[in-house]
Structures are given as C-alpha cells and as structure tokens.
C-alpha cells in the first residue's frame, strides 16, 4: 500500500505572530534569569551567603530560585516554540495553559505588586492569537462540520 504524500499545511499569519513573540519572551525570560544574579552579585562574587536560614529562603536563596525557575521557563519556551513551528497539538493546548496562567498571574501582579506589562502585552497577543478559528483548524482543535482531521 502506497503512503500519500503529506501534504503541507501553510501557517497563518497569527501563528507567525505567537512564534515571533515566544521568541522575544525567551529573551525577556533570559533577561530574568541573570538579573537577580548580578542584583546579588552571585555572578561576581559566587555563592559567598547560606541560601536557606531558619527553615527558609534567605534573599540570596530567592534570588538563585528565581533564576532557575525562569532558566526552566526559558528552556520550555524553546521547546514549545518547536512543537508550535511543527504545527504539533500539543503544543498548541500547553501554550493556551502557559498563557492562561500567565495571565492569571500577571493581572494578581498589576492588582496587589508591580505589574509587568512586557508579559500581560505578550500574554493578550498570544491569547488572541490562539483563538483565531484559523490557527485552531491549523492545529486540529476545531473542525468544520464534516471536515475530517486527517
């Protein structure tokens, strides 16, 4: 039995537009792994304080467990801007969680701390961007009545 060629599927404009911006998030997020290093002059000076003390995270502990979650984050926004260029589904159900949550995040920021805009733009392009009925049918979330996924 002969396979069919796979046919090729062109990507919307919006899908452009969340890889471009998950892109430039990642540099966003490379930015928030050094700062606290050099605002605690770990990358000058190296581990000089205890990184817990009476139970808990000292500054100098949060700042180094800042760095790594957002290294974590960097490095999975990598391999969703992947899975997302492949045009993968799953890609497209992490990135819509990931935004979701992010957002959540970022509007108890702008009520209660600092709000940081860079992310809450990017999250609300990203957001847009995923619901377009395009992108959805591009990535097999949606379907047209009698259109098969295959």
């Known amino acids: 039995m002969r ?4 046919q090729r599927r062109k990507r ?3 899908v452009t537009i969340v890889a471009w911006t998950i892109f430039i998030m990642f540099f966003v997020r490379l930015y928030q792994v050094f700062e606290p290093l050099f605002s605690t002059g770990i990358i000058v000076n190296g581990i000089t304080e205890p990184i817990f003390k009476g139970g808990w995270f000292t500054e100098f502990g949060i700042a ?3 760095s790594g979650v957002y290294a974590l984050l960097s490095l999975s926004g990598i391999v969703v801007l992947i899975g997302f260029l492949r045009i993968k589904r799953w890609s497209w159900v992490v990135l819509m969680v990931w935004t979701g949550i992010s957002l959540v995040i970022t509007l108890f920021d702008y009520l209660y701390n ?3 805009y860079i992310i809450m733009a ?5 957001a847009f961007a995923l619901i377009q009925a395009d992108v959805q049918r591009i990535f097999g979330i949606r379907t047209d009545p ?5």
């Open 114 to 116: 600092e709000a940081n």
């Open 12 to 14: 919307p404009l919006a």
């Open 122 to 126: 990017s999250d609300t392009i990203v």
């Open 3 to 6: 396979k069919k060629p796979r």
């Open 64 to 66: 180094m467990l800042s």
């Open 146 to 150: 009698g259109e098969r996924l295959d």
